[in-house]
């Protein structure tokens, strides 16, 4: 449901209220009542999607996260992912190994015939072409040593930065944020950006969190147990806890990922009616879920949450039976809220590496709205004071003149407007800047008309000759600035970046006002007069002729 307020201070008082309402137990809410700004545009225009220009965090406000990815991270789970692939190729190959675990970012692999040894290292080839292999002898055994190849790893770091750009895109659409902007700043960084969003707590926890899904099997070893609860954990084994603080024994393999999840929904368990996460995994999640719940009948099976580089177990189930069909149910001490912020992690996806907000802004609306305030006084105020002078100083030329600097200004907004450009306070300084560089092509226009009457030309002569003879001078002045926007838009970042967006838009515009429409008005005005004697352009100086 949404509630349309007319301005911020009424909807704060109005998610106050609603909370408190709808939400009577803070530690137990049933509802979200999340605040956002949405477009006031009449619905005949939406229809024929005629949008708002989008508005940037400053002059909207909103929220701004700058984020870290640990490279090392990913690495570490590339080689976890491989341990376990390896592994499976071995036993489908049913090539005997004596052990197998993974040493920092490589997987060790040892075995007692060389025979075997040969083998592993056949397939593992074959299977793993990223994988970049070695032999290592030792006392009583061998090893086979898998690592990454630079050029691999390369990727995967790559691969990791652009994976965690999607699943942010993909929260932020499950927050329902309009017009957001999540971009690559560096090798290793991401910006994010939510105009309009001033719940800032949910969107950062949202945002913020790196929550995972994993299904392990539990450890059923009483002695396994007793040694894990008196400080010992046996090797290939986790002790965690569950929700309640009981500890958990949980076999360090992960079974199933939430990789294979395709859809996650918040609802209740059928049976007690408690909050829970319906999940429903793809193709091969269903299979390898059937085959381990179907080996494993009788055992218990750990669904963990992984957040913040914490697990937890949800819940451990007895497997009573073999199930199929890819329909998985979590529940297990969770509140409503939980369910839901579980459902959307799970629905986004996990993050292939750990992100870390190493900065935050936040810009409130009536900031914004000042901003706006003042930038677009700047423009309105500069435009006046211009148009104010070039028409005193070029009478009506310089009224010709303001004309042309009016659509050059429309065509500016409507051409931002319709590339869905985002507007920025740096955007609205550049549309400033964009007036007096318009201007300054039609003084040099109006220049050289002066200065082809002062050498005695008539005046149509001397308009066409104006008009043809600064397009050089316009273009090539033009053509130096653009080049210089051209290279604050590739190489820059953020305000920079929309800086350079309107400036260079500005430039094309003003150069087609400046010359076309000016030219137009022109003709229109002075082309149908056959015989004409003046040009109403000021005052124009003439040399004296030589005794």
Sequence with gaps: MNARLG????????RDALQAKLNPDPKNESYIVALNLLSTSPHALSWIHAFPMFLGLDLRGGVHFLEQVDMKAALDKAADRYLTDIRSL????????AGIAREGQTVAVRFRDPAERARAYQEISN???DLQLREVEGAGDSRLVAGLKPEAQKRIQEGAVQQNITILRNRVNELGVAEPIIQQQGADRVVVQLPGVQDTARAKDIIGRQATLEIRMVDEDPNAQQQAIAGQVPLGDDLLNDRGGAPILVKRQVVLTGDRINDAQPGFESRNNEPAVHVNLDGSGARIFKEVTRENVGKRMAIVLVEKGKAEVITAPVIREEIGGGKVQISGRMNTRESNDIALLMRAGALAAPMEIIEERT???????ENIDKGFNSVKYGFIVLAAFICVYYLLMGV?????LAVN???????LSMLQATLTLPGIAAVALTLGMAIDA???INERIREELRWGDTPHAAIQAGYERAWNTILDSNVTTLIAGIALLIFGTGPVRGFAVVHCLGIMTSMFSAVFVSRGLVAIIYGGRK???KISIGQVWKPTPAA
């Design 442 to 444: 039609n003084v040099l």
């Design 531 to 533: 015989k004409l004697d």
């Design 409 to 415: 200004l429309l065509l500016l907004v409507a051409i």
């Design 90 to 97: 071995l036993r489908e190959k049913r090539i005997l190994y």
């Design 363 to 369: 810009v409130g609306p009536s900031l914004g709205k």
């Design 7 to 14: 301005d911020p201070d009424t909807q704060l008082k109005a």
């Design 127 to 129: 299977s793993f072409p």
């Design 400 to 404: 010709i003149s303001t004309i042309s």
